[in-house]
């Protein structure tokens, strides 16, 4: 269930119900890509950094280490001790950006598996199954994700190809969660638009989406290279046409200025590898703008990452030690950085949701936009 | 200052105190070479896991940050962030150990850093200058550790050279904890015997060493490649020559069975990076012997890694979970098992202590001390 408590512009404060708790939105899902989050931290770690939402992936679990042995371990939740709401991606997009060999017909995708080279087929029914079993709160539908740029004709094709399979992977969602075995009888079913950066075929692929009745619906296939200009133009064209009582959730975005951009837009869930990824490479973000926190001028720093953070890393360590922790090669600094960076993202949802609720977003938007976006 | 408040046979509970608090033994030091634990473990970590002591090491901090950083800083407790005891080996042993192209002279020893071939001079002095910029509660004499096997001739000319090192690292600690501004003015001195396997050599080397008043005592050079009942003769040879009435700390040692066999010959300190590195490749402790995490038998084991532990990880994750990271090469692995490794030591050390204070060591000695050698 979800519920706009407040709106201001497009930009809209919500509520999100699903089978393990309540969601306060906007809100960034912190990605477990395998089931657990890179960086050496845990479940439980993102509990201590204000995360409401963990992101796992249909792919990676499949073929390690198999959504089957984590259906017969309990399903995703007992098997990485996370009690909040998880959403696992289909799959579609590591198919098409990570896996080798594919060839791509009607009833799905024959592919070589990145780790051993195995094939493997997979269509909406299966990846429907692989989310069932894994007994996620929000299974997304299994798309096909266009490279960019991509031909029109091509683009097309494969939109409309992406909303049959949508109304297949409806149709084995809705006979795996009426199942009396199944691991999450009240998993919910995300729809996802398509159409590369061609304004007609989003809008069009939007509205078909919406007529087939799901719980939220993602924008996907962007953040792929585009420029930002033409993420937010895609954001503006197809908004209008999403549901209005249903969550929207821009899939794979982005920068904290992106994140704030498409708030202002109407969007509602995001997720994003980039803050952990960069943490690892010694990116950290502050108030201020991004730190590179290997850089000489930290030697002798004694403050924390960001004076005003109150994460695990910022309220025990100096900048001068997590540096000495990355020139050495040490682990702790790869898990301190991502628990930094993960952190900063939810508080950056937190007081986006608060000046939502206090009708000052675009106060925050004006003052934060382009200054998260500088490097000190 | 050390109190032995119980005696079982040669074996020796006591307590232990020095500038950051008090050490009940015997105790197992927890090792953070380059101020942290390997594995993604902080010094916030080592309290929920019963460490006592950390032990850092002179040579790399000297190299990386460098121990004038780690002063300015305020000294190691404030730099990794740990208030309890820190024991800080004295860069010898790294120095025979990892360093290129070394020139011993009586002086002291010239070497190529073993990180970028920078020529470095360690002698008794600097050792101390280091090591008290580090400002850590226990200093380590500066010795040499002499290759395994050694000549007699070679060892007996080395362990001499040892000793009048020794005096002048006592002299040069004195004058250090004497400034004004010195960082742990409470700093304590052990010295470390030598003597290679020539129980005569040991002998009369320890009989040399307890002549120079020392905090404790060490029995370094052992556990490099010697069999295991040589390691025990040595130390049943050197033991009747220790002051009664100081620590004795034997350097690097070792598995479980090797601890409870040296606390048997009345040791009171141990340190090892062994847990820590098996941990890294999966060997993990339980209480009815070692087990390969990584074996395919566990992928469907619901169990926690030792049903009878509450470490971290055995709270809250299977090892059908860790088998998972491992094979996912992800960084929580390390991190929990190192985790579990570590607090499974410092368990055994407790058990042994509980042993000690009822008069039952022997009968733990005679369960544990080969039921512990075991893999699973």
Redesign the interface.
Known sequence: MFTVIKQEGRARRGVFTCAHGTVQTPVFMNVGT?????????A?DLKDIGCQVELSNTY?LHL??GDQ?VR???GLHK???WDGPILTDSGGFQVFSLAGLRKIREEGVTFASHIDGRKIFMGPEESMQIQSNLGSDIAMAFDECVENPAAYEYAKASCERTLRWLARCKAEHDRLNALPDTVNPRQMLFGINQGATYPDLRVWHMQETAKIDCDGYAIGGLAVGEPTQVMYDVIDAVEPHMPKDKPRYLMGVGTPSNIIEAVHRGVDFFDCVMPARNARHGKLYTWEGAINIKNEKY??D?RPIDPTCDCPACQ???R??L???F??G???A???AVLHNLHFYNTLMARIREHLDNGSFEDFRAEYSAKLEQKL
């Open positions: 395998q089931g657990v989050i890179k960086g050496a931290v845990s439980h990676h390690r280490p042995v017969a371990m309990g098997f990485m001790d030697k002798l004694e025990h360590f100096s001068a030690y540096r000495h922790l020139a050495a040490e682990m702790l790869m898990r301190l």
